[in-house]
């Protein structure tokens, strides 16, 4: 069984920068991929960022390009989200996941894809 525990977030100003970091542990095996997933109340949780495990192939939701950077430390099982350029509407729960299997292309992005979750943490961006 795999536990994946998030921690960093926090009340930032709009503009301002933050980081939320992933541990994994509990595995046997590499994932194929994780990822970072968003949600706010009322809405469906939404797809942010994610990597492939093997290569570090990045791929992110087009709202967050360019401000929002996910990257990996295998030795650590870790995976981190840098967050820059925040804005209000960034703000929610912000949940880590992991695919153990495989997926492909807009696969990826698809949250039934993803095996094992985080609990979140809460990221509130003031403007």
């Known amino acids: 069984q795999v536990t994946l525990v998030e921690s960093g977030g926090g009340l930032v100003q709009a503009g301002g920068s933050l980081r939320v970091s992933c541990v994994a542990s509990?595995?046997?095996?590499?994932?194929?991929?994780m990822g970072w997933f968003r949600q706010t109340p009322g809405k469906e949780r939404e797809f942010v960022a994610g990597?492939?495990?093997?290569?570090?192939?990045?791929y992110y939701a087009e709202s967050v390009k360019g401000r929002l950077t996910i990257s990996r430390d295998n030795a650590k099982n870790t995976i981190y989200l840098q967050m820059n350029s925040l804005k209000p509407e960034d703000t929610a729960v912000y949940y880590c996941a992991s695919l153990e299997g495989w997926c492909s292309g807009y696969s990826c992005y698809e949250s039934r894809r993803y095996d094992y979750w985080g609990l979140g943490t809460q990221v509130t961006v003031s403007s």
């Open positions: 990597i492939i495990w093997s290569t570090a192939a990045t």
């Open positions: 509990g595995r046997t095996a590499s994932p194929y991929a």
